[in-house]
């Protein structure tokens, strides 16, 4: 029996193929198409209409799709409507619409400019018009499912409403939290030029009353963070970005979702930028990927030196110069180490003069490319992932399904996706808590010494291939979060 159908309005800034500057552009494309796919399931099968709209950027334009004009309406502005288009295509089965208009400039530029302030108007224009737009095309929503500050102004247009308006009050909403220190800072002001004013008599800080995450937060009937542990961090000083006494208030109607993993993108038996691939049946394959990778680099081709990866932004989130710190400290044990990464100018010289200092030992490849990456995930031995907080992350989920076992920062969803050493039986990594060089050189100490066991390091490594990273996972968890905010919003 399937259950009823749900009609879900996924709304986001950014979605791969069309354009991705980061993990939110990977959730928006793979979870409307998990949804989908939990119709074909053989055991309780579910039918989501789950609908995506996006911006039509102009570097989407660019690319040649080729959707059809399907609308054209007004969004309200203080200085008078505004002219929205919609344009529509089918991307495997998902229905998609890029909302258009005078906000979205006609030359390309990036997608988020370096200030929030700059890009309030385009963003909250957007999330206008997309509320809208389901009721152009007659077509009620059960759930709206925003993401991040630039789509938070749908949630409290709706929630404002909703009230007055019969085609909204059905209408739950869901909001997903991909990085809470991103509040809008600055986009105030243009929401409240679109006829969404302040929550002056809220219980938000004062200097969050007029920003689109904290409004979006304080109106969503639920909040979902991209993985368990994250959702329950951002609710103490050191991950709340000020908001942890506001969000203790709302506890009750915060949980967490881990993201999934392309499956089919992130596969080691195929894929084409590997050089000799390899499955769990075929673990000794690997060992010729670490050799071609040394080569590469023009690091000595030992295959029992342990091989330490990073794959990065250079960013002080991901703790990069804690693992700079750390290896330093570890520099009397054997390994060899590549850095991948561009980012912070500071962060990007610092790992050049580590390789300076270590020149046998460090490689700082400053770059951004996938193939590279691949290619490393697949040879390596270890991949450092510091971070000093960590919503969900996708490395440590690329690095286990390609034998590459992590040492981790037990923070957000590595801790929910990385199990410690200490728990031998179940082991896929190796954690650590304090975010502190020491703390990531004593991992790394005990990483090392259980390498030097080869049987112990192969079970890690295939129990770490073992995991289910799917979206299908991810996807019936947010099936099921929908259904019970349409009973309840329904009630
Ligand atoms: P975040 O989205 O915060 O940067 P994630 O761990 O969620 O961190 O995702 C990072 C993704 O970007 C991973 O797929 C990783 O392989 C990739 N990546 C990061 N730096 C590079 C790089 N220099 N070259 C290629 N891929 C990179």
Known sequence: MHSPALKVLFLAAEAHPFVTAGGLGEVAYALPRALRALANETEEPMDIDVRLVIPYHAVVKEKGFKPQLVSSFQVAHVEGPIPAQAYHLDLDGVPVYLIDGPPFPAESAPIYAPDASLDGHKFTFFSLAALELARQLDWQPDVLHANDWHTSPAIYALWMQRRKDGFLSKIASLLGLHNLPYLGV????????????????????????????????????????????????????????????????????????????????????????????????????????????????????????????????????????????????????PWQTILLGTGQPELENAARRLEADLPGKVRAAILYNKAVSRRIYAGADMSLIPSRYEPCGLTQMISMRYGCVPVARSTGGLRDTIQDYTLSERSTGFLFQAATPEALAGALRRALHVYNDPQRWGTIQQRAMQQDFSWKRSARQYANLYLQLMKQHKA
């Open 186 to 333: 600055g986009a105030g002001a243009a929401m409240n030029a679109f006829g969404l004013p302040p929550a002056d008599d809220s219980e938000l800080p004062w200097w969050a009353k007029n920003m689109p995450l904290p409004l979006g937060l304080l109106t969503a009937d639920h909040i979902v963070a991209v993985s368990p542990t994250y959702a329950q961090e951002i609710l103490t000083p050191e991950f709340g970005s000020g908001l942890e006494d506001f969000l203790n208030t709302r506890a009750a109607s915060i949980s967490g979702i881990l993201n999934g993993l392309d499956l089919d993108d992130w596969n080691p038996e195929k894929d084409p930028e590997v050089k000799t691939n390899f499955s769990l049946g075929s673990l000794e394959k690997r060992k010729r990927n670490k050799t071609s990778l040394q080569a590469e680099f023009e690091l000595e081709k030992e295959p029992r030196t342990p091989l330490l990866v990073m794959i990065t932004r250079l960013d002080h989130q991901k703790g990069v110069d804690l693992a700079l710190d750390a290896l330093l400290q570890v520099a009397d044990k």
